[in-house]
């Protein structure tokens, strides 16, 4: 690095030129950029997965794949998903925007940035690497149930492991970072009631990962001591027990889906009031919503395990806990809408996606609610109508905000304005290819279809046709996306300092593009 | 394969669009069901659902009128109100209230569920890779159900049938108008047994034992069809479940004939059989039991099933081979099938292992030398 810091006169040193750049950088929006590369590589593998489970569901029958290798494409979509496309874009929005965002030049510790960064390539190429190992790629799903996962698994679950744990190391780091950047690198007079949601979701969200990670990391741990030690911590026939199994993970499973949409509120709240050009409606209130939301998010986990066979007060406990969740989340929900009411609204694509997400992320929420009620739910789980519920938080939920949140700020990041009348292109086919893939998963799901099977019965068959279309749709309606970006990224129609009319946010008080060290001096808050 | 796929493109393109009536056959909600917990948790799904439906509406309402109206080009201008501690109050009040009203027909059809007590028929069901045992208890009948569906369907090759992959070679069979508690667990991996018109639907889980129950109303005698709900490994898509609701006097000659046809089979064990013969139910029992696992022609599949074709075990002594299949090997895939076929059976897919495939040990394996192993 000395190299760097002697070749700039100016007091504003670049970025360094070549490889070395990205191999070396400490900088938050390089790293930035390359989380949300990597995540957009990621996003492609998996959706690569997904079209060829699609493909294989179009029509009853086995017809492309095999199902062992269904399998491993159900497990690994899940888990590039998860692991390797939403949570790192997360990761790569914030190392852009919250040092902007509260006034810091760089992120708090530059160099674990680095760190967790780069371990996030090798996790995921030894993930997928497997798929060419002599006995495939993990095949036992994205929730790996012992002992299917365990006793029965193929040789490359080791792998899988050693995966786990590396992701996971990344994330703890990734969020120390962001906590310890939140809460000492705030620019004076920026106070915690200051700052904007998409800092307050995400220090709320880097705490669930801090409290739920390890426990991923020790569910595994013991799952390898049973594979290779001889312990017997989820093998029945050796004295343990494959319930503790999902308790452990679900109780790190639970707290993960949240983190993969508290930073999508954050976003959303973000976008609705600059293209509302109003203020949020309640602020304090959405804060304390995602405060009671990340509470509630560790004493639920057990509604993933209704039909396991547990107690009927343990039931009653989980389906009440559960269903407090709507309540918070209503909040939010409430106060977008009281944001938009009586607004003076545009609608440019960030506006777009954002308020499909609220749309389409309360109908997830909906099934969600649904899913809550215990003796229904013993109808509703392990069917597609558990896959369409989660597909609709996570796809126009979480991925939409992604999205969203790519278009409002590319302007300030590249220094140039999207293509407009692509961008509308990109949210019509997206938003309709989105809804004609997991609306009828809805439907298939009601009338008995179970989940994560090659091939599936007579009567549904028309909607797995439908749902595969819309696959294909929403699939390459992606690569429009890439190239929206990639030309914002060379083109020169100049974005402003403040980009859009109604912005509001200390980010938007830097010049477009912003400048590689985002507050040398810390700016001034009101 | 293009024509076929285009065809069906086609097809379902005109359903979509066409025919309104298409769409109601398509199955679209869950089924009521025959029984009356399945009917309460219809009526609770359809409560929630048309909750949230009205919810939808008023939000979605005010949110698509705020779109229209509140837009920049039609002139609105901001208003900059925010903060409003009534709404707020207001929105989190009416929720609690609401949930508190799903919350109570919710519990009680749970504490429903939940009361297995006074079943007069105990059914004792095991999950296996990828099939599943019924055993009636107190009564001298046990078996094993697997799918009926054949690979010829399944690859595109033959017509499927109406009861496509929902077909097993025997249902379990039930009463009506009695309590049945099934008791249910696994042998190897979890699996999860499922019959969306009873509205049944429990984890089997080696180790537990868990419970549920049905009461079929007389007069509902039929067949009722469901499969395997949770991931148990390659062929998860391929174990139904089939149960046939019967009348009490029809469930009574049922189980008599089971006990009669079980005695005849064991006489049938002493009888002769030449190797052609057991030759021929050997590929029988093989294509259907083993195949999943060791492949076709005996080849095995990735590193996990091993061979038959040139194993050691297949060439080797005759006892070891027997052992295996009957006992299993603990910890893999490899079950027990003592309990799953008959001593004829048993002997016909050993006599096959040993001479199909270029295994040409010239063995033959007699329904005797299964009793003996048996008996060991
Ligand atoms: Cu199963």
Known sequence: ?526 | MISRTGLRLSSVITAMFVSQSAAAEWGLNMPQGVTEVSQSIYDLHMLIFWICVWIGVLVFGVMFYSIYKHRKSKGAEPSKFHESLTLELLWTAIPTLILILMAIPATSTLVKMYDASDAQIDIKITGYQWKWEYDYLGEDVRFFSNLATSKDEIYNKQEKGENYLLEVDREMVIPTGVKVRFLLTAADVIHAWWVPEFAVKKDAIPGYVNEMWVNVPVGKEGIYRGQCAELCGVDHGFMPVVVRAVSQDDYRAWLAEQVAAKAAEAAAALGDFSHEELMTKGAEVYASRCAACHGQNGEGMGTVFPALKDSAVALGDVQKHIDVVLNGTPGTAMQAFAAQLNDVELAAVVTFERNAWGNDTGDTVTPKQIIDARNQ
């Open chain 1, 1 to 526: 690095m000395t190299s760097v810091v002697t070749s700039h006169e100016d007091g504003h040193h670049g970025p360094a030129k070549g490889l070395m750049r990205w191999v070396l950088t400490t900088n938050h929006k390089d790293i930035g950029t390359m989380y949300l590369w990597f995540s957009f590589t990621m996003l492609l593998i998996g959706g690569a997965m997904a079209l060829i489970i699609r493909a294989e569901l179009f029509e009853p029958g086995m017809q492309l794949i095999e199902p062992e290798f269904f399998n491993q494409m159900t497990t690994m979509h899940g888990l590039i998903m998860v692991f390797g496309a939403i949570m790192p874009a997360f990761v790569g929005l914030a190392n852009w925007l919250v040092p902007m965002m509260v006034g810091a030049p760089d992120m708090a510790l530059p160099r674990m940035n680095n760190l967790s960064f780069w371990i996030l390539p090798f996790a995921f190429g030894m993930l997928i690497l497997t798929l060419f190992s002599e006995a495939g790629a993990p095949n036992f799903g994205w929730t790996f149930y012992a002992p299917l996962s365990t006793t029965y698994a193929p040789s490359s679950v080791t792998f899988f492991i050693f995966g786990v744990h590396l992701m996971g190391i990344s994330s703890i780091m990734g969020a120390i970072n962001i906590i310890a950047t939140i809460l000492n690198m705030r620019a004076p007079g920026m106070t915690l009631m200051k700052m904007p949601l998409f800092v307050w979701t995400w220090l709320i969200t880097a705490y669930l990962l801090i409290a739920v990670m390890p426990v991923l990391a020790g569910v595994v741990t013991m799952m390898l001591m049973d594979i290779h030690f001889g312990t017997s911590f989820f093998n029945a026939a050796g004295g343990g027990d494959p319930v503790l199994f999902q308790h452990v993970f679900w109780f790190f499973g639970h707290p993960e889906v949240y983190i993969m949409i508290l930073p999508a509120f954050g976003i959303v709240s973000q976008i609705i009031p600059t293209f509302a050009r109003k203020p949020l409606f309640g602020y304090a209130s959405m804060v304390y919503a995602t405060a009671s939301i990340a509470f509630l998010s560790f004493i639920v986990w057990a509604h993933h395990m209704f039909t396991v066979g547990l107690p009927l007060a343990t039931e009653l406990f989980f389906m009440y806990a559960t269903m407090l969740i709507a309540i918070p989340t209503g909040v939010k929900v409430f106060n977008w809408v009281s944001t938009m009411f009586r607004g003076s609204m545009t609608f440019e694509t960030p506006m777009l996606f954002a308020l499909a997400f609220v749309v389409l992320f309360t109908i997830g929420g909906f099934s969600g609610l649904m899913l809550a009620i215990a003796p229904a739910d013993f109808q509703y789980h392990d069917t597609y109508f558990v896959v369409a519920h989660f597909h609709y938080v996570l796809v126009p939920g979480a991925l939409f905000a992604i999205i969203a949140g790519v278009y409002y700020w590319i302007p300030k990041w590249c220094g140039n304005y999207y293509n407009e009348t692509l961008g509308k292109w990109h949210f019509w086919l997206s938003f309709i290819g989105v809804n004609i893939t997991f609306f009828p998963m809805h439907f298939v799901g009601l009338a008995g279809m179970p989940r994560r099977i090659p091939d599936y019965a007579l009567q549904f068959a028309d909607f797995n046709a439908v749902a595969s279309v819309g696959a294909f749709i929403f699939g390459f309606s992606q690569l429009l996306f890439l190239y929206i970006v990639i030309t914002t990224i060379r083109g020169n129609n100049k974005a402003s300092a403040e980009v859009w009319e109604g912005a509001e946010g200390l980010e938007w008080t830097l010049e477009s593009p912003a400048p590689y060290h985002s507050f040398s001096e810390p700016p001034e808050v009101k």
